[in-house]
């Protein structure tokens, strides 16, 4: 075949690919670059001799340090869950999986008021152990420390772990692992040689995301941290627009990046051993009934430390947004707590005729759409950008990286930035309407590309050789062939994806219109003036956003393939 | 053909993109020719609200759109104004507060208008004399106390900061952290004006012996520490502003006759916060943005300020609502900070009330 036909042919699949280089370029690479040519601008002999190294070193080695204690705990918390969820059947399965997925759109400032109504001074377990114990002062004292910042990473990236680690090895199929102990190996042997291997790639993914969301965190640190823990995160936000010193932030912004950049290219050496091709099974398959007292004891041990970790923050802040607390004092001092819609009712009225007043079912479709727009882009740039880097071509070695980077950028140097580029029509930040969803994109892709590459590197070329020899077309192979297998992780990736531009609120109060506010934005605004009402109707709002959030994932877990058999 | 199958998907892609870029073109882009509304941009913090009858009534009589650009906190919006001043992005700027109106003012992002409506205005307000900067409201932040809890332990009210440190109210105060608070930074900047510059961080570190809490945002200091709040804290005091003893009336679930909280206004207690309006320089649309600064001055919008966004007029005409006469407390004698010496010094300042409160 003439050569330059070849190009021609290539077209197509050419310019697939190069879409998520496109993408990255404009949307994050462009906004970075203006912000740190503005820093580097404003920087002069004098802000560089001010600056002490230890004005970066402390953030540092504390954001890196937690970074790591959270992500080993929330390893350690999300195994027997991930493990329990890929090899059995049992009853509350899904409600566990559901449970456990929806920490991670909690705005912050309300898992906040739910810690600290189960763990405050005054909160539940602290008066009920006070009570018990007869003692003076609340036992529990977590609010402000390292443990509250511990504790909240592993509430909210458990679901990371869970669902990345636990999808991939519920598509393990458990026959060799059969084989091999047919063969004599010890369970500790089959886990060596077997499993581990075959569930690596699935395994440093989840690491790596959820160390960068340790290591990039913000909200947690500020509110849960309290002012004596500082992040790189949280020390540009102050420098960046509390100080209005952007070189100084301009600078921890970069030393962050650099980082991370050494962390993603750490990481794409790690996984470069060849993947091992085997087609995944059908997790329904591969699901086996409890059995025993081993088993059954396990399930209930997991169960419980999952309900009291999940359950009970989110429940109080349920319970928050029914409960009428009345100023009017009871004799002891106590006050007292009847049960109430009024806080519900009350946000269907725009009492003061205010301007950017929202209805509640208008935040709802505000975020819905926010989100679906979000789960089209990323799954399609996600899905090409999986390929990229499963073909190990030059282009995917470069694209496995960089990636990975939005997710640990400062957001509020890309903020800046989004604001310095995006200055006219078309791309303008006061009209473009899809800067949003663009942004929450930016974040979920990464997740996609994680969840959709393994498996789209699994598929064996067997498979696909097979049916492009029986006359296929490779629309069809893909329809017909790859699409079934990879079925599963799309819907995954789609709940991520998803998931995270529910509760995505930084980049969303930047780039929204006002009078397209989402749910957390609503959250915000009542929380930000004084009054039990305000204070209740974010609890209300709180609470329709985890059922909105639920209801979706129900529904997005409830789709399946016409006619064809799912893997 | 695999080929035809994606150019046709590619360009549909396109061809949507194509379309939403126009669809959020055509709301913005003014045509003069057949006498459609233009658009004013107006760029503020997200703490900004008013009532939207008055925004219509505006946008018809001078035929136009107004099109608010909330941007974060009162730092993060004003980042905006001055990272986009070669190529304006809004025409008016409301929201600088005086602990940032000189920086605003070095970067010279707003042009000068001297208001006809300055005449009603409170003098003490106008800061900027050569009228870049058009005082708009003002609020004080004070610490407020839980009324009930005084009350059921006998304690006296303080009367001076340095009465805080007192050890009948040990433990008792809540204050937010000044590098990340706006009130945190006032409620800083009285005790500079106080104490001076030297002996601020003396009272902070005696302060901090006495059992001062400190958190980094007014909602958790509000919400999760101050004991007469919705979030039933463990302390009676905290740092937050003259008028939230009328919000939480106003947002009670059960009707209220008296407030839960009130504000300590004894002299040199409190810090008042002004927010000013300015004309973004280079704006295409001066005379509109006069005629929206003017609106901002005037009586209506100055009377629908407090119930809005919980600040006091600044316009001397101005009446205020019934729950602000009854609840709030506005100080003789708030603290006073010379502008300039704020601009030179907060970012020395919060760094060594860092060392000395939380290191």
């Not at chain 1, 990464?446 to 789209?456: C, G």
């Not at chain 1, 980049?507 to 009402?533: C, D, K, N």
Request: charged letters at 15%; one cysteine or more.
């Amino acid at each position: 075949m003439n050569q330059r036909l070849k190009y021609i042919r290539m077209a197509p699949a050419i310019l697939l690919w190069s879409l998520p280089f496109a993408f990255l370029l404009v949307f994050y690479f462009q906004p970075l670059l203006a912000n740190f040519r503005m820093a580097w601008q404003a920087t002069t002999s004098e802000v560089l001799a001010s600056i002490s190294l230890k004005v970066i070193t402390q953030p540092l080695f504390f954001t890196i340090w937690q970074a790591i204690l959270s992500t080993l705990l929330t390893i350690i918390v999300g195994f027997p869950p991930a493990y329990l969820l890929a090899k059995y059947r049992f009853v509350g399965k899904s409600f566990i999986r559901l449970l456990t997925t929806i920490p991670f759109i909690m705005p912050t400032v309300v898992v906040a008021a739910g810690f600290n109504a189960l763990l405050g001074p005054k909160g539940w377990f602290n008066l009920l152990l006070q009570t018990f114990f007869s003692l003076d002062k609340p036992p529990i004292q977590i609010i402000n420390t390292l443990g509250a910042i511990l504790l909240a990473h592993v509430f909210y990236n458990s679901t990371v772990f869970i669902r990345v680690v636990g999808g991939a090895w519920s598509q393990l199929d458990p026959k060799i692992e059969f084989a091999a102990r047919t063969l004599g190996a010890s369970p500790l042997r089959v886990w060596q040689k077997i499993t581990f291997p075959l569930l690596k790639p699935a395994l440093l993914s989840a690491i790596l995301l959820i160390f960068l969301f340790n290591f990039t965190s913000f909200a947690v640190i500020l509110l849960l941290g309290g002012p004596k823990f500082s992040t790189l995160e949280v020390e540009i936000y102050i420098q960046a627009l509390h100080m209005l010193n952007l070189p100084v932030a301009g600078l921890l912004s970069a030393i962050q990046l650099l980082f991370t950049l050494v962390l993603t290219i750490l990481y794409t050496r790690l996984i470069k051993t060849k993947t091992i091709t085997l087609t995944p099974r059908d997790p329904e398959e591969v699901a086996k009934p409890i059995k025993g007292w081993k088993q059954r004891s396990f399930l209930v041990g997991t169960m419980s430390y999952l309900i009291i970790l999940f359950v009970a923050p989110l429940f109080s802040l349920v319970l928050r947004s029914f409960l009428l607390t009345d100023f009017s004092r009871n004799l002891d001092g106590s006050t007292g707590n009847r049960f109430s819609l009024v806080y519900y009712q009350e946000l269907f009225l725009n009492r003061r005729e205010s301007l950017f007043y929202v209805p509640p079912i208008d935040a709802i479709l505000n975020s819905l759409y926010f989100g679906l727009i979000t789960v089209g882009i990323a799954l399609f740039l996600g899905f090409l950008a999986a390929n990229v880097i499963s073909s190990r071509s030059r282009w995917g070695k470069l694209l496995d990286p960089i990636l990975m980077l939005p997710l640990g950028t400062s957001a509020v140097s890309l903020g800046l930035g989004f604001i310095l580029v995006f200055n006219t029509p078309p791309l303008d930040v006061r009209s473009f309407p899809l800067l949003v969803p663009i942004a929450h994109s930016l974040v979920a892709m990464p997740f996609v590309v994680r969840i959709l590459q393994p498996v789209i590197a699994s598929v064996p070329r067997g498979l696909k050789y097979s049916a492009m020899v029986l006359g296929a077309s490779p629309w069809r192979t893909f329809w017909q062939v790859e699409f079934p297998i990879l079925f599963r992780a799309i819907i995954s990736a789609a709940l991520f994806a998803f998931t995270i531009s529910l509760g995505e609120f930084g980049a969303t109060t930047f780039l929204a219109r006002p009078e397209q506010p989402t749910i957390p934005i609503a959250i915000y605004r009542y929380l930000s003036q004084p009054g039990g009402l305000n204070y209740g109707q974010a609890m209300a709002m709180s609470t329709i956003l985890m059922i909105v959030c639920a209801l979706s994932i129900i529904l997005i877990e409830r789709l399946k393939l016409p006619n064809i058999k799912e893997f | 053909m695999k080929s035809s199958k994606l150019i046709i998907l590619v360009t549909s892609l396109l061809v949507i993109l194509q379309s939403a870029c126009n669809g959020g073109q055509k709301t913005e882009i003014p045509s003069v020719m057949d006498n459609q509304p233009g658009v004013l941009n107006i760029m503020t913090h997200d703490s900004f609200a008013v009532s939207e009858n008055l925004i219509t009534d505006f946008e018809k009589e001078n035929n136009v759109e107004i099109n608010f650009l909330l941007s974060g906190d009162t730092g993060a919006a004003l980042n905006r104004a001055i990272l986009t001043k070669e190529s304006p992005q809004a025409d008016v700027f409301f929201g600088v507060d005086n602990t940032f109106l000189s920086r605003a003012l070095d970067e010279e992002i707003f042009e000068p208008y001297n208001s006809p409506m300055l005449v009603n205005i409170d003098n003490s307000l106008r800061l900027d004399l050569e009228n870049y900067a058009l005082p708009v409201d003002f609020g004080d932040v004070c610490i407020n106390f839980d009324k009930a809890y005084f009350e059921e332990n006998q304690l006296s009210i303080p009367s001076s900061l340095s009465d805080l440190l007192l050890p009948e109210y040990e433990g008792l105060l809540v204050v937010e952290n000044p590098a990340t608070s706006s009130p945190g930074l006032a409620f800083m900047l009285a005790t500079i004006a106080e104490f001076g510059e030297e002996g601020y961080l003396d009272f902070w570190s005696d302060l901090k012996a006495n059992g001062v809490v400190v958190v980094n945002d007014w909602e958790s200091a509000y919400y999760s520490n101050f004991s007469a709040s919705a979030g039933k804290g463990n302390q009676p005091m905290v740092v937050s502003y003259g008028s939230s003893p009328p919000a939480e009336v106003i947002f009670s679930e059960t009707p209220l006759d008296d407030a839960p909280t009130a504000s300590i206004i004894a002299p040199n207690t409190c810090f008042r916060q002004i927010e000013f309006v300015g004309i973004l320089k280079g704006t295409q649309q001066r005379e509109l943005a006069e005629k929206f600064v003017d609106f901002l001055l005037d009586v209506p919008f100055q009377e629908d300020l407090p119930l809005q966004m919980f600040v006091f007029p600044a316009n001397q005409k101005a009446k205020l609502p019934p729950e602000f006469e009854k609840f709030a407390q506005i100080p003789d004698q708030p603290a006073k900070l010379d502008l300039d010496l704020i601009a030179q010094n907060r970012e020395k300042w919060i760094q060594d009330w860092t060392l000395v409160v939380l290191r």
